[in-house]
């Protein structure tokens, strides 16, 4: 059977989607006995999932019989297929939220069979990277709503062996009182909640913390005065060894200075925007140490401030995550805002127009009232000439001066308006003049003014 054609012959039923989903898992059993690349056949299988002839949380089935048939070390070097199929493995675990718990179950699962060396400490992280590309941001399974801290990471020492075997320097300024000290606070900051239980076990983490940091400020790392900074290699370690005699070399290495700052930075960002509110004198304390710490750190050799910046912009963003926790981890999706248009065939009433009033005491105010324009037919407010146009002309024509639209009220009150937007002087002028006659006497002399000039223009 071809197997680039198999989605083509297959159809919608569920009997039909467990059968190719069978027949799938069969022939990549065989690619994996026999050694054989499997991303070609997963790769289909992706295909297979899109045009919808399978269900799609079959190709988390198929990547757990992947995961359960490499070794640790082959999935190591195959993993690279997932991280770049991340993007079509996320739009599958959006068609179908059922195949969610099937992705974390592989996942989870092939975590639990990892050690705790360096090596595959880095592909937990790529693993965990992966993981959070694959699930949308919201899955409770990368929340840890109840703040849950693993305990069982454990880093146990003998102090009364130790001292019996401590051999210091007579140079070294680190004493045994000082190992203890470290790594009873290494012990506290693994479930560093318990900080917070009473009072005492907060004096003693301050006291230890101090301690600490002042030894990495007086103590001077060992550095080879030819070392070159970009020949270094990123190779880094997760576990140090809690020998007394080892301590004062421990001290000195930048690994080991660098590493130990970064826990006291994540301690602090816990103890500042975790669950339990401290107290102003607390929270003053718990930041002192952490610009001594953010110090320190930036001067540690090989990148320091590069580093120091980095781990800041993690915090920050750590700090916000913890916040929308907080908040009951709130959809980042903003609802579509939708206009309610009213169906066709509803009939939409008319605007109802402003009542009418009979009487404002004034006719003139009665008309202007219960006039009906429109914003269309307003054509604005006139310009003082052509307003003045038409008392000009009865002027002229020598029309009786009782009957002159001059001497009427509401227009001498219209003129007076639209004279007073044109120029203040006039209306200055007209004052000056006698009451009651003073726009007549004001037109007739600008009339007289505009025959001479054309006179004299002639």
Same mark, same amino acid.
């Given at each position: ?5 198999? @989605?083509?012959?297959?159809?919608? *039923? %569920? ?9 799938? $898992? ?19 299988? &992706? ?7 399978? $269900? ?70 790529? &693993? ?12 409770? /399974? ?81 550095? %080879? ?9 990123? *190779? ?17 290495? %930048? ?14 960002? @816990? ?23 953010? /110090? ?15 781990? /800041? ?86 029309? %009786? ?15 007076? $308006? ?41």
């Amino acid at each position: 059977m071809r197997w680039d054609k198999l @989605y083509l012959i297959v159809g919608d *039923a %569920p009997r039909e989607h467990s059968g190719i989903e069978t027949a799938f $898992r069969f022939h990549l059993d065989h690619l994996i006995r026999n050694q054989l690349d499997v991303d070609n056949f997963l790769e289909l299988a &992706i295909l297979v999932i899109n045009k919808g002839k399978m $269900r799609p949380k079959a190709i988390f089935i198929l990547l757990q019989d992947i995961f359960r048939g490499y070794s640790n070390k082959d999935c190591s070097n195959w993993f690279s297929f997932i991280e770049k199929h991340s993007k079509d493995l996320h739009e599958i675990c959006n068609i179908d939220s059922s195949s969610k718990p099937v992705a974390v179950k592989g996942f989870t699962g092939l975590l639990k069979n990892l050690s705790k060396t360096s090596e595959e400490t880095t592909f937990c992280g790529r &693993i965990l990277v992966a993981l959070t590309r694959i699930l949308p941001l919201s899955d409770p /399974s990368g929340v840890n709503k109840k703040g849950l801290i693993n305990t069982d990471n454990i880093t146990e020492f003998n102090v009364d062996a130790e001292r019996n075997e401590m051999v210091l320097e007579d140079d070294s300024p680190i004493e045994f009182k000082l190992h203890s000290k470290f790594w009873s606070l290494i012990q506290i900051m693994q479930n560093i909640p318990t900080v917070l239980e009473n009072q005492e076990t907060w004096n003693i983490f301050l006291e230890n913390s101090s301690s600490v940091l002042e030894t990495f400020k007086n103590v001077e790392l060992d550095i %080879p005065d030819d070392l070159d900074e970009s020949e270094l290699s990123d *190779a880094y370690f997760t576990k140090f060894l809690t020998f007394a005699k080892l301590i004062n070399l421990e001290f000195k290495d %930048p690994y080991f200075r660098r590493h130990i700052l970064i826990q006291f930075l994540i301690c602090f960002q @816990y103890l500042l925007s975790g669950p339990t509110k401290l107290s102003d004198k607390k929270e003053s304390d718990i930041r002192s140490l952490r610009r001594n710490t953010r /110090s320190l750190l930036s001067k540690t050799f090989n990148q320091g401030q590069s580093i120091s910046r980095s781990i /800041s912009n993690a915090l920050n963003r750590e700090h916000n995550w913890m916040e929308w926790k907080k908040e009951g981890c709130p959809s980042f999706e903003n609802k579509e805002l939708k206009r309610k248009l009213p169906p066709e065939d509803l009939e939409v009433e008319p605007t109802p127009k402003r009542p009418k009033y009979d009487s404002f005491g004034e006719s003139v105010l009665d008309s202007l009232w219960n006039e009906s324009l429109t914003i269309d037919e307003f054509d604005g407010m006139k310009k003082g000439e052509d307003f003045l146009q038409n008392a000009l002309d009865e002027i002229d024509e020598e029309l %009786p001066k009782e009957m002159r639209m001059v001497r009427e009220p509401v227009y001498i009150w219209k003129a007076m $308006r639209v004279l007073s937007r044109t120029s203040f002087n006039t209306i200055q002028d007209i004052g000056s003049l006698k009451k009651d006659e003073e726009l007549e006497i004001w037109m007739e002399k600008k009339k007289g003014v505009h025959n001479n000039q054309a006179m004299d223009e002639e």
